[in-house]
């Protein structure tokens, strides 16, 4: 079992950042972990964000969405168990509910949010002047 819960969302202004953070607790370890960023704005669907995938003894790697590289980056920290979302140079089409994801066995690729088994409840994040 996998909880989540995630924190940092806030209203600001066009070209502004944010730090989200989601607090992950495992009771158990697995080969296998994927966790991740989606968001879903008013009306529409939700899409993938960012994601980190770790393979023990395999291949993992850092994913991003198109509309979001260079100006988002995804880091986990071991130490307080939380995965991170630093978002620079926001836009008002950022405007979303964002929702921390994870995945304890491999069931998809990074930017399906059938492959995750785990969602945390969402923050909001507002980019307006």
């Known amino acids: 079992q996998v909880h989540l819960v995630e924190s940092g969302g806030d209203s600001v202004q066009p070209g502004g950042s944010l730090r989200l953070s989601c607090a992950i607790s495992?009771?158990?370890?697995?080969?296998?972990?994927?966790a991740g960023w989606f968001r879903q704005a008013p009306g529409k669907e939700r899409e993938e964000v960012a994601a980190?995938?770790?393979?023990?003894?395999?291949?993992?790697?850092?994913y991003y969405a198109d509309s979001v590289k260079g100006r988002f980056s995804i880091s986990q920290d071991k130490d307080e168990n939380t995965l991170n979302l630093q978002l620079n140079n926001l836009k008002p089409e950022d405007t979303a509910v964002y929702y921390c994801?994870?995945?304890?066995?491999?069931?998809?690729?990074?930017?399906?949010?059938?492959?995750?088994?785990?969602w945390g409840q969402g923050t909001q994040v507002i980019v307006s002047s």
């Open positions: 994801a994870a995945a304890d066995r491999a069931r998809g690729a990074w930017y399906l949010p059938g492959s995750y088994m785990y």
């Open positions: 495992r009771s158990t370890t697995s080969s296998y972990f994927m």
């Open positions: 980190i995938v770790e393979v023990k003894r395999g291949r993992g790697g850092t």
